[in-house]
């Protein structure tokens, strides 16, 4: 069974930080292009940060950049989100996906999705 696994999120006070984790297990993802997206309340899901599968390429929505950085290790399987700096509007559930993308980081439809993660920033 493929897995996507997220992890680290909670309740954080603006300004403050948090690292996500997500983990993939029931095959490797080493070679897959990665993003993490978000949904807040009332809202669509959004791509937050995408990186391809060697993690030399990277994007991010305008929002974050600068505050967001998306990384990955393919020895562990696993992606992560730092996010400093984080203000009330980053409250979301966020998501990590993974698509079978070799080129460069992805903006189509993932395949790949996890079961999401709580961030909430308070004022």
């Known amino acids: 069974q493929v897995q996507l696994v997220e992890s680290g999120g909670g309740l954080v006070q603006a300004g403050g930080s948090l690292r996500l984790s997500c983990a993939a297990s029931?095959?490797?993802?080493?070679?897959?292009?990665k993003a993490w997206f978000r949904q807040a309340p009332g809202k669509e899901r959004e791509l937050v940060a995408a990186i391809s599968w060697t993690g030399g390429s990277t994007t991010y929505t305008d929002s974050v950049r600068g505050r967001f950085t998306i990384s990955r290790d393919n020895a562990k399987n696993t992606v992560y989100l730092q996010m400093n700096s984080l203000k009330p509007e980053d409250t979301a559930v966020y998501y990590c996906?993974?698509?079978?993308?070799?080129?460069?980081?992805?903006?189509?439809?993932?395949?790949?999705w996890g079961q999401g993660t709580q961030v909430t920033v308070s004022s």
């Open positions: 996906a993974a698509h079978d993308y070799s080129a460069s980081y992805y903006l189509g439809k993932y395949d790949y």
């Open positions: 029931g095959r490797t993802f080493s070679s897959y292009a």
